[in-house]
Protein backbone atom coordinates (compact mmCIF):
# COMPACT_ATOMS: atom_id res chain seq x y z
CA UNK A 1 0.00 0.00 0.00
CA UNK A 2 1.19 3.26 -1.14
CA UNK A 3 1.71 6.08 1.36
CA UNK A 4 0.58 9.62 0.79
CA UNK A 5 1.32 12.53 2.63
CA UNK A 6 -1.04 15.75 2.41
CA UNK A 7 -0.21 18.87 3.19
CA UNK A 8 -3.31 21.02 3.36
CA UNK A 9 -4.39 23.66 5.85
CA UNK A 10 -8.32 23.76 4.51
CA UNK A 11 -10.00 20.64 6.70
CA UNK A 12 -13.00 20.13 3.99
CA UNK A 13 -9.85 19.56 1.35
CA UNK A 14 -8.13 17.17 3.68
CA UNK A 15 -11.49 14.98 3.76
CA UNK A 16 -12.85 14.92 0.61
CA UNK A 17 -9.49 14.30 -0.95
CA UNK A 18 -8.20 12.18 1.68
CA UNK A 19 -11.42 9.77 1.84
CA UNK A 20 -11.33 9.27 -1.67
CA UNK A 21 -7.40 8.63 -1.88
CA UNK A 22 -7.95 5.39 1.09
CA UNK A 23 -10.99 4.56 -1.35
CA UNK A 24 -8.11 3.84 -4.36
CA UNK A 25 -5.90 2.05 -1.50
CA UNK A 26 -3.55 4.71 -0.42
CA UNK A 27 -2.55 5.22 3.00
CA UNK A 28 -3.10 8.69 3.72
CA UNK A 29 -1.55 11.21 6.67
CA UNK A 30 -2.33 14.72 6.89
CA UNK A 31 -0.65 17.61 7.84
CA UNK A 32 -2.75 20.93 8.76
CA UNK A 33 0.16 23.72 7.65
CA UNK A 34 3.60 23.38 6.12
CA UNK A 35 6.26 23.40 9.18
CA UNK A 36 3.93 20.64 10.54
CA UNK A 37 4.17 18.92 7.07
CA UNK A 38 7.42 19.28 6.77
CA UNK A 39 8.49 17.54 10.20
CA UNK A 40 5.66 14.65 9.44
CA UNK A 41 7.99 14.00 5.71
CA UNK A 42 11.09 13.44 7.63
CA UNK A 43 9.31 10.99 10.18
CA UNK A 44 8.33 8.09 7.80
CA UNK A 45 8.85 7.17 4.43
CA UNK A 46 6.13 8.20 2.11
CA UNK A 47 5.64 7.48 -1.64
CA UNK A 48 3.71 10.30 -2.78
CA UNK A 49 3.53 14.06 -1.26
CA UNK A 50 0.60 16.39 -2.17
CA UNK A 51 0.99 20.04 -1.09
CA UNK A 52 -1.54 22.80 -1.23
CA UNK A 53 0.07 25.98 -2.04
CA UNK A 54 -1.48 28.78 -0.02
CA UNK A 55 -1.28 27.85 4.33
CA UNK A 56 -0.15 29.37 7.41
CA UNK A 57 3.31 28.79 8.90
CA UNK A 58 5.05 27.96 6.02
CA UNK A 59 4.17 27.96 2.34
CA UNK A 60 3.75 24.79 -0.14
CA UNK A 61 6.83 26.79 -1.94
CA UNK A 62 9.01 26.78 0.79
CA UNK A 63 7.68 23.13 1.99
CA UNK A 64 8.80 22.00 -1.71
CA UNK A 65 12.00 23.32 -0.97
CA UNK A 66 13.10 21.80 2.04
CA UNK A 67 11.84 18.46 0.59
CA UNK A 68 13.89 18.65 -2.44
CA UNK A 69 17.25 19.24 -0.16
CA UNK A 70 16.63 16.75 2.30
CA UNK A 71 18.38 13.34 1.09
CA UNK A 72 15.27 11.43 2.70
CA UNK A 73 12.42 12.79 0.93
CA UNK A 74 14.39 14.55 -2.36
CA UNK A 75 12.99 11.63 -4.73
CA UNK A 76 9.43 11.25 -3.52
CA UNK A 77 7.15 12.54 -6.05
CA UNK A 78 4.70 15.82 -5.43
CA UNK A 79 1.54 17.05 -6.56
CA UNK A 80 0.92 20.53 -5.77
CA UNK A 81 -2.70 21.57 -5.32
CA UNK A 82 -3.57 25.36 -5.23
CA UNK A 83 -6.91 27.30 -5.33
CA UNK A 84 -5.68 30.04 -7.63
CA UNK A 85 -2.80 30.16 -10.06
CA UNK A 86 0.03 32.25 -9.83
CA UNK A 87 2.15 31.81 -12.73
CA UNK A 88 5.19 32.60 -11.28
CA UNK A 89 5.03 30.18 -8.66
CA UNK A 90 3.79 27.30 -10.27
CA UNK A 91 6.79 27.76 -12.81
CA UNK A 92 9.32 28.08 -9.43
CA UNK A 93 7.27 24.90 -7.88
CA UNK A 94 7.74 23.08 -11.77
CA UNK A 95 11.31 23.77 -12.32
CA UNK A 96 12.11 22.41 -8.56
CA UNK A 97 10.66 19.00 -9.93
CA UNK A 98 6.85 18.93 -8.96
CA UNK A 99 5.00 16.32 -11.03
CA UNK A 100 1.77 17.69 -11.04
CA UNK A 101 -0.03 21.03 -10.56
CA UNK A 102 -3.37 20.89 -10.24
CA UNK A 103 -6.36 23.45 -9.58
CA UNK A 104 -7.94 22.77 -6.30
CA UNK A 105 -11.20 23.80 -7.98
CA UNK A 106 -11.12 21.84 -10.76
CA UNK A 107 -9.87 18.85 -9.89
CA UNK A 108 -12.02 16.17 -8.51
CA UNK A 109 -11.23 13.69 -5.95
CA UNK A 110 -11.54 10.84 -7.38
CA UNK A 111 -9.24 12.49 -10.58
CA UNK A 112 -6.93 13.37 -7.57
CA UNK A 113 -6.84 9.67 -6.59
CA UNK A 114 -6.44 8.57 -10.07
CA UNK A 115 -3.40 10.67 -10.79
CA UNK A 116 -1.63 9.72 -7.78
CA UNK A 117 -2.21 6.27 -8.95
CA UNK A 118 -0.94 6.98 -12.98
CA UNK A 119 2.24 8.59 -11.09
CA UNK A 120 2.92 6.08 -8.80
CA UNK A 121 2.51 3.13 -11.17
Same mark, same amino acid.
Given at each position: ????????? #?K? $????????????? $????????????? %???????F?????D???????? #? #?????????? %?? %????????????????? %?????????? $?????????????????????
Amino acid at each position: MSKVLLIED #EKI $FIELFGDRLRLAG $FEVSAAENGAWGL %KEATKEKFDLFIIDMMMPAMTG #E #EVIAKLKMDD %KT %KNVPIIVLSASVDEEAQ %KRVEKMGVHL $FLLKTRITPSDLAKKALDLLK
